[in-house]
Each structure stands twice: as C-alpha cells, then as structure tokens.
C-alpha cells in the first residue's frame, strides 16, 4: 500500500524568511509525485509533477526537488501571500484514480 | 473561462435524507473524480469516471452514488447509508498534457449534519 507523509504539519515562517516542506514516500513503483496548493475553503491548485530521482522544478519562489524517498518543496524570501496548505501526492497506478495523498503541511507566513 | 463547478457551496442534510452534490466541467476533460477531505487527513477517492456512462469505485465509495450521463457531469448522492457525511467534498477532473495527468480540482461543497 502507498504512504505518503507530509513534515511538519504546520510551520510558522516570518516573511522572508525560506525554509522547506517535506513529503516522505512509500510506493510500488512511482508513476509521478505531485505538489498542491490549498487555499482555506478551496480546491487544490496544481503545482508540480514530478518524475524522477535528481527532478526539481521551480515556480516563482517554489521550488520541488525528488529523491527515491522523498520530495522537498523549498520556499525562499516568503511572502503572506504564499500562506496556505501544501499537498503531496504520489501516483504509483498511472491515472489519476492511482493517487495517494499526505495530509498536508499548513504554512502561514507572518508579515 | 473553463473550470469546474461544484455547487452549493454549502449544504446540510438531515438524518435520513439524501443530498445530491452538484459538479459541472467545461474543460472537455474525459476523466472525473470524487474526494472527501476531512480535518487532518489526506483526500480519499470516493468515485471516479473515465469515460461517459461508466464509473468505478474508489476507496470509500460506501454510501455514495455517482451517474456520469454527459461528459460534462458528474453529481454524487450522499445517501442516508453514510452515517458520517460531514466532509468537505471536492469534484475534478483531468488530462494528460505533456505528459502529465493533472487533476484540476473545484472549490468544494462543505456538507454538515443537521
């Protein structure tokens, strides 16, 4: 069975202040590992995919990084607005219907 | 602008009744799904369908219903079976671009218990 284990699961940050989240995987055979944004009383919003071991991809001050073990999602100079809960996912069945999801890091960022 | 909509945004149910929760998609995405989100856990699949007028059970599909009549839709009954519905329900739907299949999700309907 997949596991997916997100730490910590909230962090208090002062703006600016970078730090990162991470996300610990247990699968058969990873088909994709996935980063969501959730804004309170929203839908997650998409971020990342990610394949492979060594894989980073950035988006403004994001930035996702894979091993076979686990993913980190680096947060530099953090703004307010960047206050939400972060979700990861792993894929080990190839569509969508294979997702297992962790339970979230809830990050707010302090002004 | 294409999306998905899930309405009402809020809605309670009474004991022993049952409540449809609505989901539309203009994105012409094949795929759909069902989430349920509760406090502290991780999303957990309740049903999903990939093609019209088929779908599968996910891993809690009991006390849930689905139709999948038109691609565009695709509601769920929360029915008197689910003896704890309340939950933040979460409707998407997805595509593979660029080789990757990426779950669009809505805003979510929050059903309580009255």
């Known amino acids: 069975e997949d596991q997916v284990t997100q730490s910590p699961e909230a962090l208090r940050l002062q703006e600016g202040e970078s730090s990162s989240l991470n996300c610990s995987y247990t699968v058969s055979g990873l088909r994709g590992l996935f980063w969501y944004r959730q804004d309170p009383g929203k839908g997650p919003e998409f971020l990342f995919t990610?394949?492979?071991a060594g894989e980073e991809k950035e988006k403004e001050r994001l930035k996702a990084t894979l091993t076979k073990k686990e993913s980190f999602l680096h947060i530099t100079a953090p703004k307010p607005e960047d206050s939400a809960t972060y979700l990861c996912?792993?894929?080990?069945?190839?569509?969508?219907?294979?997702?297992?999801f962790g339970k979230g890091t809830h990050l707010i960022i302090q002004p | 602008d294409g999306g998905i909509t899930q309405s009402p945004k809020y809605l309670f149910r009474k004991e022993g009744q049952n409540v449809t929760l609505s989901c539309e998609q203009n994105?012409?995405?094949?795929?759909m799904y069902w989430y349920r989100q509760d406090p502290g856990q991780g999303l957990r699949l309740i049903y999903y369908s990939q093609i019209v007028n088929d779908f599968q059970k996910g891993d809690i599909a009991e006390g849930y219903s689905v139709s999948r009549e038109k691609k565009e839709s695709f509601p769920l009954t929360v029915t008197s079976a689910q003896k704890n519905p309340t939950a933040f329900y979460l409707c998407a739907s997805s595509i593979i671009s660029g080789g990757d299949e990426k779950l669009f999700f809505g805003s979510g309907t929050q059903l309580s218990v009255l």
């Open positions: 994105l012409n995405h094949d795929a």
């Open positions: 990610l394949y492979s």
């Open positions: 996912a792993v894929n080990s069945g190839g569509g969508a219907d294979g997702l297992t």
